[in-house]
């Protein structure tokens, strides 16, 4: 199945949960950072929302992450919207999706290049993909790796980064642990809750739990808790002294 079938099934369920999917549109002109900031009508003053891109790879579950992000901010009362990107979806072949969050109607359509939130699911993509392309000194950086950031060499593809806005985080050796297979997504999505706060790790749950019934979406709950607090003790622990 291509990636656009694959996306129409996906935001399928989305909808039965009262969000309004729309299927992206490509064209040559891109999202920047002022497209993401929208006129709150009622207060006559601009908003910005929260646009987050995924990168791994086929089988990895890039693209229910996105989805199950879009569901959590759903939970929460807020807009989202989740697609992947078009193109082959073998095992293994790079993916990307996307999700906005935000407290307002989201009309926006394209591709994010300028990322609030990257999230890397694979970290054999970091030498051969253009990853960091749209990354601002206000953005995430969440990297699935046993590696510490700075073992890792992308510091001068992640210059605008303060080092507490970067993590990496052992999302496959998580997802092993908890639910008996190398798959990251879930983890990471706990990772991104604790790094990002845009999200509580209770929304995250709740959302797995949606995409996951039973046995299978408690054992994805419990990878995300644990990898929100292995981030969170590592935020404490690498917090500014006051």
Same mark, same amino acid.
């Given at each position: 199945?291509?990636?656009?079938?694959?996306?129409?099934?996906?935001?399928?369920?989305?909808?039965?949960?009262?969000?309004?999917?729309?299927?992206?549109?490509?064209?040559? =002109?891109?999202?920047?950072? &002022?497209?993401?900031?929208?006129?709150?009508?009622?207060?006559?003053?601009?908003?910005?929302?929260?646009?987050?891109?995924?990168?791994?790879?086929?089988?990895?579950?890039?693209? +229910?992450?996105?989805?199950?992000?879009?569901?959590?901010?759903?939970?929460?009362?807020?807009?989202?919207?989740?697609?992947? =990107?078009?193109?082959?979806?073998?095992?293994?072949?790079?993916?990307?999706?996307?999700?906005?969050?935000?407290?307002?109607?989201?009309? &926006?359509?394209?591709?994010?290049?300028?990322?609030?939130?990257?999230?890397?699911?694979?970290? +054999?993509?970091?030498?051969?993909?253009?990853?960091?392309?749209?990354?601002?000194?206000?953005?995430? &950086? &969440?990297?699935?790796?046993?590696?510490?950031?700075?073992?890792?060499?992308?510091?001068?593809?992640?210059?605008? *980064?303060?080092?507490?806005?970067?993590? =990496?985080?052992?999302? +496959?050796? *998580?997802? *092993?642990?908890?639910?008996?297979?190398?798959?990251?997504?879930?983890?990471?999505?706990?990772?991104?809750?604790?790094?990002?706060?845009? *999200?509580?790790?209770?929304?995250?749950?709740?959302?797995?739990?949606?995409?996951?019934?039973?046995?299978?979406?408690?054992?994805?709950?419990?990878?995300?808790?644990?990898?929100?607090?292995?981030?969170?003790?590592?935020?404490? =622990?690498?917090?500014?002294?006051?």
């Amino acid at each position: 199945m291509g990636h656009s079938a694959h996306m129409f099934s996906h935001l399928g369920e989305i909808a039965q949960l009262g969000i309004s999917p729309v299927a992206p549109r490509w064209s040559d =002109t891109h999202s920047s950072d &002022l497209d993401a900031q929208m006129l709150n009508p009622s207060e006559g003053k601009a908003h910005r929302m929260f646009q987050v891109r995924i990168h791994g790879r086929g089988g990895q579950g890039v693209v +229910t992450a996105a989805e199950i992000l879009s569901i959590a901010a759903f939970l929460e009362g807020k807009h989202a919207q989740a697609f992947p =990107t078009f193109g082959s979806e073998r095992m293994g072949a790079p993916v990307t999706a996307f999700c906005r969050i935000d407290d307002h109607p989201i009309r &926006l359509r394209e591709p994010i290049v300028a990322p609030d939130a990257l999230i890397i699911q694979d970290a +054999t993509l970091l030498h051969r993909v253009p990853l960091f392309d749209g990354l601002a000194d206000s953005s995430y &950086l &969440l990297i699935n790796s046993t590696q510490a950031f700075e073992e890792l060499a992308i510091r001068e593809f992640a210059k605008p *980064l303060p080092r507490e806005r970067c993590c =990496t985080l052992p999302a +496959t050796r *998580l997802g *092993l642990e908890h639910v008996g297979r190398p798959i990251p997504n879930a983890a990471l999505l706990g990772g991104f809750a604790a790094i990002s706060e845009i *999200l509580t790790i209770d929304s995250i749950a709740d959302a797995i739990r949606r995409k996951f019934s039973g046995r299978v979406g408690e054992k994805n709950v419990e990878a995300a808790r644990a990898a929100y607090g292995f981030v969170m003790e590592r935020k404490i =622990t690498h917090a500014p002294a006051g």
